[in-house]
């Protein structure tokens, strides 16, 4: 994906919020910063909230009107708190912010992401001239995000879509590959170093269950496993040695 994307935030009423969303931006790579008719000033507050994102905040383009701040864009995002479901009171159905980034991973151009005002959101004729909407689940009896929270969660979606090979992007977390047959041959040990160490018969059964439940939820890797499995080979060494040639 090589996608540019521009954060366009329409009539945004809160100063800290447009910080807010600067930092956000410069966090997950995006390009631009586009302000239409803000209706506060956009002053210290902003600039403090912004922190490492204040230069996208200081270089944002103002615009008059919702279209000339989309009109460079190959695509329009508007997000919207209104779960479209299938109602035909509204233009199209949304699309969560994990779709969206499937959608973007194989798309080249300007994208805009468009967000509306706090206390009512984007307008219908705005969404009307958007090419998708993007909707982010909540509770039913809250379903509005702060406009700087649904900035994250989006530009998050669209960053992940780039892929865990983005030179531009820290590392997500590495995918561990599961492997249950160094698991069970872990436990078929443990219940044969129980067995010989005279552990009671009546405890093991629970005992096993304990280290089965424990390593479900570690998850641990084939190399972890092995380093388990080395510790109980130089357990049963001792123990042949100390059997031979009695107690050191």
């Known amino acids: 994906m090589s996608v540019r994307v521009d954060v366009v935030l329409v009539r945004p009423k809160e100063d800290g919020n447009i910080g807010a969303v600067a930092r956000l931006a410069r966090n997950f790579g995006a390009e631009r910063l586009v302000l239409v008719a803000p209706r506060g000033a956009v002053g210290a507050v902003a600039r403090r909230r912004s922190m490492g994102g204040l230069a996208l905040l200081k270089a944002a383009v103002r615009a008059p009107s919702f279209e000339r701040a989309t009109a460079e864009a190959d695509l329009v995002v508007g997000t919207t708190d209104l779960s479209t479901g299938r109602s035909t009171a509204y233009l199209r159905r949304s ?32 969404l009307a001239r ?61 219940a044969e170093l129980l067995e010989r160490i005279g552990y009671p018969a009546h405890k093991r059964r629970g005992l096993i269950l304990l280290f089965r439940r424990v390593l479900g939820r570690a998850t641990p890797t084939e190399a972890e496993y092995r380093m388990m499995l080395g510790l109980f080979k130089s357990l049963e060494r001792t123990m042949m040695d100390r059997g031979t040639h009695g107690r050191k």
Not at 104 to 124: H, I, K, Q, Y
Request: aromatic share 4%; hydrophobic share 40%; glycine share 8%.
């Open 95 to 126: 699309v969560s912010p994990e779709r969206l980034g499937e959608i973007l991973r194989t798309v080249e151009g300007r994208v805009a992401l468009v967000f509306g005002p706090e206390d009512n959101g984007l307008s219908r004729r705005e």
């Open 130 to 190: 958007c090419d998708l909407l993007v909707h982010i689940p909540a509770r039913r009896e809250f379903p509005t995000l702060n406009l700087s929270h649904a900035a994250g969660v989006v530009l998050y979606a669209v960053l992940r879509a780039r892929g865990p090979a983005d030179p531009e992007s820290t590392p997500a977390p590495e995918i561990l590959e599961l492997n249950g047959r160094e698991k069970e041959l872990f436990l078929e040990r443990l």
